[in-house]
T-cell receptor, first 113, second 111 residues
Framework: KQEVTQIPAALSVPEGENLVLNCSFTDSAIYNLQWFRQDPGKGLTSLLLIQSSQREQTSGRLNASLDKSSGRSTLYIAASQPGDSATYLCAATFYNQGGKLIFGQGTELSVKP | DVKVTQSSRYLVKRTGEKVFLECVQDMDHENMFWYRQDPGLGLRLIYFSYDVKMKEKGDIPEGYSVSREKKERFSLILESASTNQTSMYLC??????????FGEGSRLTVL
């Protein structure tokens, strides 16, 4: 069974710190991986999409990497700010699953001023 | 920008009522999805659709049905709402296996 796991479930850091969020998946036949942000009571906002042929993607202070061989993706947030506080979810699409995404449980990030 | 619009942000219904949740996307996406999100359980796929009039069961289809009469609109139907269907419902759309876009969510409370 294909699974996506995010550890830890919650993370608290002081403002200004660089941090890494982790996402692991059980099947190397990954098509792409997407990172989302979710604010309380809201929908998910897409942050970055990495295709299986790519190693990383960058958007502003965010950098996402993908390592198929180890079954891992990381989301790096530079110089964290209180406004980065949210839940971050990763989701993977695999080759034999059509367009379906398999989601991790998310990491709730709190950036303290 | 892609826009996925869910018609109702908050609904309160009574047990046994029929509930319609509407979702519209404006980017001609072929794939549309309905998820529910519950604390501790994450996002779970209810139904998805790859084309007009096509539907596929997700992981938890029981108690739900869907309708896709037009490409831009995907409706989730609770034929007889129950209290265990109290949840946040999220609609999403994508073109092929590209980036997935979500609506703002519909929080349903069944009394």
């Amino acid at each position: 069974k294909q699974e996506v796991t995010q550890i830890p479930a919650a993370l608290s850091v002081p403002e200004g710190e660089n941090l890494v969020l982790n996402c692991s998946f059980t099947d190397s036949a990954i098509y792409n991986l997407q990172w989302f942000r979710q604010d309380p009571g809201k929908g998910l906002t897409s942050l970055l999409l990495i295709q299986s042929s790519q190693r990383e993607q960058t958007s502003g202070r965010l950098n996402a990497s993908l390592d198929k061989s180890s079954g891992r993706s990381t989301l790096y947030i530079a110089a964290s700010q209180p406004g980065d506080s949210a839940t971050y979810l990763c989701a993977a699409t695999f080759y034999n699953q059509g367009g379906k995404l398999i989601f991790g449980q998310g990491t709730e990030l709190s950036v303290k001023p | 920008d892609v826009k996925v619009t869910q018609s109702s942000r908050y609904l309160v219904k009574r047990t046994g009522e029929k509930v319609f949740l509407e979702c519209v996307q404006d980017m001609d996406h072929e794939n549309m999805f309905w998820y529910r999100q519950d604390p501790g359980l994450g996002l779970r796929l209810i139904y998805f659709s790859y084309d007009v009039k096509m539907k596929e069961k997700g992981d938890i289809p029981e108690g739900y049905s869907v309708s896709r009469e037009k490409k831009e609109r995907f409706s989730l139907i609770l034929e007889s709402a129950s209290t265990n269907q109290t949840s946040m419902y999220l609609c999403a759309s994508t073109l092929g296996r590209a980036e997935l876009f979500f609506g703002e969510g519909s929080r349903l409370t069944v009394l």
